[in-house]
């Protein structure tokens, strides 16, 4: 083997800005760069179709706003409710960390909904086959920041890959010693492979034309990889321990299950107009 395991002493700040003392995270470089990548990807497809200027730049705006909110309400109410419940100004310490995917999933589809209504008045699965086109790069640069950040790590493993998270706290009480799975890095790859498959859908099949069925394997691209690498991720709260299912694989199943369903239904709309052909 060439590699017997990665010593990871990344440090989690990129820069201090002077005079202020305020210190510039990768995770926050990598959430910003996201959420550019994903507006610039967006506007492609909008001139792509001829779409209104201004209905991008108001989806720009439900969105950040959807996922900043969804998910800090998704880590407190999901995984530490009691704490967050007998405390609600602890939720607003967002700095502090705390934000869960899942919250920022079910943000922006009420975000979706809303701007559906107010917007575009057209179905939120045309504006959802649009939007996660670029949704995995970003998520995967948002898990860069948290391996920048040494968190959110597996299990210990003997794999020649296998990080030594050496600047984490919770690394050093309960591995010392023993590199653990990058699981940072194998839900990047699957991000990433679930957008480049969405924009050969997009671009080269047409496959926007059938309502649902980018957002349906989008679903299932995202979030059944994301069940199964959940077996190898340490719990985030203790109220997991002695689980047959974590709390991210039980948020994971209804989005899996929806996945499905609209993909099917998307298959079904596209073998009906193939036949009118």
């Known amino acids: 083997m060439l590699l017997s395991f990665i010593t990871w002493t990344a440090d989690p700040v990129a820069f201090t ?4 003392e305020r210190e510039i995270r990768w995770y926050g470089i990598a959430f910003a760069l996201g959420f550019w990548l994903g507006w610039w990807m967006v506007s492609k497809i909008w001139k792509n179709e001829n779409l209104k200027t201004e209905w991008i730049d108001k989806l720009f705006l439900y ?3 959807a996922t900043a909110i969804g998910a800090r309400l998704g880590h407190c109410f999901f995984y530490d409710p009691d704490r967050y419940l007998s405390n609600p100004l602890e939720i607003l310490k967002i700095w502090e960390g705390g934000l869960a995917s899942h919250g920022g999933t079910l943000g922006i589809i009420i975000a979706i909904w809303i701007y559906s209504k107010r917007v575009t008045h057209t179905s939120m699965l045309w504006t ?3 939007l996660v086109v670029p949704v995995g790069f970003v998520a995967a640069l948002i898990r860069f920041g ?3 950040n040494s968190e959110i790590f597996g299990h210990a493993t003997t794999l020649p890959w296998g990080f030594c998270f050496v600047k984490s706290k919770e690394w050093q009480d309960l591995f010392m010693g023993q590199p653990c799975h990058p699981t940072q890095l194998y839900e990047a ?4 492979l679930a957008s480049l498959i969405c924009l050969w859908m997009y671009w080269k099949r047409k496959d926007y034309k059938y309502q649902g069925l980018i957002f349906g394997v989008f679903m299932i691209c995202i979030f059944l990889p994301r069940f199964f690498i959940e077996f190898l991720k340490n719990n985030q709260e203790s109220f997991e321990e002695g689980m047959i299912l974590n709390m991210g694989q039980l948020l994971s199943i209804p989005f899996i299950i929806a996945g499905i369903w609209f993909t099917y239904k998307g298959i079904q709309e596209r073998n ?3 036949k009118k052909r």
Do not use: E, T
């Open 17 to 20: 800005i002077p005079f202020f």
């Open 63 to 65: 969105v950040i706003l």
């Open 128 to 130: 959802f086959d649009r």
């Open 146 to 148: 948290n391996l920048m």
């Open 189 to 192: 790859f699957f991000y990433i």
């Open 272 to 274: 009906k107009s193939l």
